[in-house]
Structures are given as structure tokens and as C-alpha cells.
């Protein structure tokens, strides 16, 4: 999917994304495109934190080597493909109550350490993982894990009023945080029960 809809990305967009999308192929699309991405590394990934140029502890800039081309890459694409990608690591300590992960190595196109600090790259993967949570509302809470449309119309009828209805709660929580001079990230979005009400 996220091959048909990477020609959206504009010159200096910054892509959120998960680990999935820390592969050779897709760095290399998003920079096509004239972007960066910020994402976790993935799990088979490494990196050796020892290598590299150093920008600060726990925060190499190192080098990937084009891999073998894989099947679904068509040869004229993989050639146009750079031989090289440079990819900057963090190891990022996570000290927030909640979270399960407590290391995780981000990884982005973003090199300049001025612009963009380890710290404001761990605030960007924290707000990727809040889309997470969105969508667990959004399944679970407003219960649009099962629809019941009959029809593609219907269906996306259904969709949109569970987005309109989601984002006009999420107005309300944003301003009750603002009110209570808390961040409205931290509000949590919960149901009164299987029935929703």
C-alpha cells in the first residue's frame, strides 16, 4: 500500500513511521522523493554503535550498502536505486510510565544534529506511537472493528461518521487538557462499557 501512495510525499516532508518501513527499498523511495523519514529500526536490523560517524553518545551516522534485488523490485528500479544510503541511529531511553519498550534505535534520513536532536527524534517515534493508540480508540472504544454497511457506499458512510465523531471527542478532550494545563496527549480516551455510552 505504501507503495502506491509514496508519490504523495513533497520535497522536505518528514514520514512517521514504524519499523516496517526501515528497510533499504523504502529509505530509498522516500529520499526519491526528496523527503526523510524518521522510524524505529527493525528488529533484524543492527547497528554497531562503535562504527560510524559519531554525533553524540548513542548516535551514529553509518553507511548501507544496496542488498541483492529482491523479486518484486523491478530491475529498471533497482538500478536507479543509490548504491549507498547513509542512515542515522539513536538509541533512545524510554522513561515513560506505559511503555513496554524501554530501548529502541530510531532510525532517520535526518543527519544534521542540529536541527533535529535525539530527543526531538524520540518526541516524533512518541507521536507515531500515539496513531497507534488512536486506532485502538477508534476500533475498540468506538467499536469500528466490526461495520456493518452492506454496501462500499455504506461502508464508507459508517467510516467517516466514526472519524467525524472520534476527531469531534478529541476537540473536546484537547480543550478540557488546555483548560487543565495538561498536555492532551496524556488525556485518555475511554468507553463507559461494551454498549459505548
Known sequence: MFHSWRDNLEKSDILLADRYYSSYWEIAFVQQRGADLV???HQRARVDFRRGQRLG???PVVTWS??????????ETYKALPATLTIRA?????AIPGFRTKVLVVATTLLD??????SDRALLYRLRWYAELNLRALKQTLQMDILRG??????RKEIWAHLLAYNLIRGQMAAAARESSRVSGTVEFQGGGASGH
Not at 539513536?90 to 524510554?94: E, I, L, P
Not at 544534529?113 to 535525539?118: D, E, F, L
Not at 452492506?150 to 461502508?155: A, D, G, H, R
Open 39 to 41: 522510524c524505529r529500526l
Open 57 to 59: 553518545p548513542d548516535d
Open 66 to 75: 544496496k542488498p541483492v534485488r529482491p523479486e518484486w523490485l523491478e530491475e
Open 90 to 94: 539513536v538509541r533512545v531511553h524510554v
Open 113 to 118: 544534529a542540529g536541527v533535529m536532536p535525539p
Open 150 to 155: 452492506q454496501t462500499p457506499e455504506m461502508v
